[in-house]
């Protein structure tokens, strides 16, 4: 270890001195070097290389420390010292260990937004966990735009202290009761729970509350958002018509041999085949395919293409196919791009099962109506 830090002592002492547009090339040979070692360091080799990262990342320009927060935003090793002075630092370089860095621990994140601006309480909101001290503290300081991110997280945990504040802030209450259908411990009863399912909106909804937690990972989720039978009120039962047992999802991935002929085909234009192939790989019929391809809300498409966990280069040519048949580019490309990477098949999958459970829960009732 001790050649380990000479060795960085003398890479920080030419960079010092060394002209100052071979700084940025530098610092993230020195972050390459971290990374192809991190499996053979101890804890004071990483110690070792967050001292020296930091003090080169705070001589060099913002865009070098732009970089470096979004590399190690998805480690999950980093030196913790210099994530927390990045989640400190200006939004455009803390937002990325704010929202996705699995490094910084619940007392990191309570201390940070103690005193942290508007812009660094909104990335933390939209991390894929928030614990309830940390959405404690959010709720506390946040303005009204980060109370309805933290809201419509749900991965977010809401002690009823903040539940209460949440309810008597007026300007909460349409987020609020867009919130109840996805959050167990907001809603007010499992019957206007499941009555929620029938409503058109519910899809879309619960895929952009799903889609706003971009990091999160393949952990098993708690499955809040479906009220199980037994939950339902026995008085109330014979009233309301019950819901099937949840079937378990089992979407198998694209092969890379046919995802490769769905990838050629769209980037050509070939709309059939890409239908066809598509078809294929989904176990759905054409129309469905074309609907979800050129007119469903992008995020139904996405996913679609994550559940059978294609490649973002897949989604980027449904993508692309989608312009070319609309006539019309699609905006905010990048972004949609990120949410696809920070989205896992699990999640998708589960989205994908929500609105299957819709789709029985309406049929069933408009059938008990009909009887």
Request: hydrophobic fraction near 35%; glycine fraction near 4%; proline fraction near 5%.
């Amino acid at each position: 270890m001790l050649r380990a830090r000479q060795c960085l002592n003398e890479i920080l002492e030419l960079y010092q001195t060394g002209p100052d547009e071979k700084r940025p090339e530098l610092l993230e040979r020195v972050a390459d070097l971290y990374f192809l070692t991190l499996e053979q360091q101890s804890q004071s080799d990483t110690d070792a290389f967050g001292d020296v990262m930091e003090r080169m990342a705070y001589e060099a320009d913002v865009i070098s420390r732009i970089r470096l927060s979004e590399r190690l935003a998805k480690s999950e090793s980093a030196p913790i010292e210099l994530l927390r002075r990045l989640a400190r630092d200006e939004i455009c370089i803390a937002r990325p260990v704010l929202q996705y860095s699995s490094c910084l621990r619940e007392g990191d994140l309570v201390s940070i937004s103690s005193d942290a601006e508007q812009d660094h309480l909104m990335a933390t909101a939209h991390r894929s966990e928030l614990t309830k001290p940390v959405t404690d503290m959010i709720v506390e300081r946040g303005e009204v735009d980060v109370l309805k991110a933290v809201i419509g997280n749900i991965g977010a945990e809401i002690s009823s202290e903040s539940r209460t504040k949440l309810s008597k802030t007026p300007e909460l209450q349409q987020a609020l009761q867009q919130a109840i259908s996805a959050r167990r411990d907001m809603a007010p009863s499992p019957i206007q729970r499941l009555k929620r399912l029938t409503e058109g909106e519910f899809w879309q909804q619960i895929t952009e509350a799903a889609l706003m937690t971009e990091g999160e990972t393949d952990q098993e989720q708690p499955e809040t958002q479906i009220p199980a039978e037994d939950e339902i009120p026995e008085a109330q039962a014979s009233k309301e018509p019950k819901s099937k047992p949840e079937k378990e999802i089992a979407l198998k991935p694209a092969s890379v041999a046919t995802e490769k002929l769905l990838v050629d085909a769209a980037r050509e234009g070939n709309m059939e085949k890409t239908v066809q192939l598509f078809s294929q790989v989904t176990q759905l019929d054409d129309a469905m395919i074309e609907h979800c391809l050129f007119e469903a809300h992008l995020p139904a498409l996405m996913v679609l293409c994550k559940a059978h966990n294609m490649a973002v280069t897949t989604f980027t040519a449904m993508l692309q196919l989608r312009e070319s048949h609309q006539g019309a580019p699609i905006n905010d490309t990048v972004g949609l791009m990120r949410r696809y990477e920070g989205m896992t098949p699990k999640t998708a999958q589960r989205i994908i099962r929500f609105s299957d459970k819709r789709r029985e829960v309406e049929q069933e009732i408009q059938e008990s109506e009909t009887a």
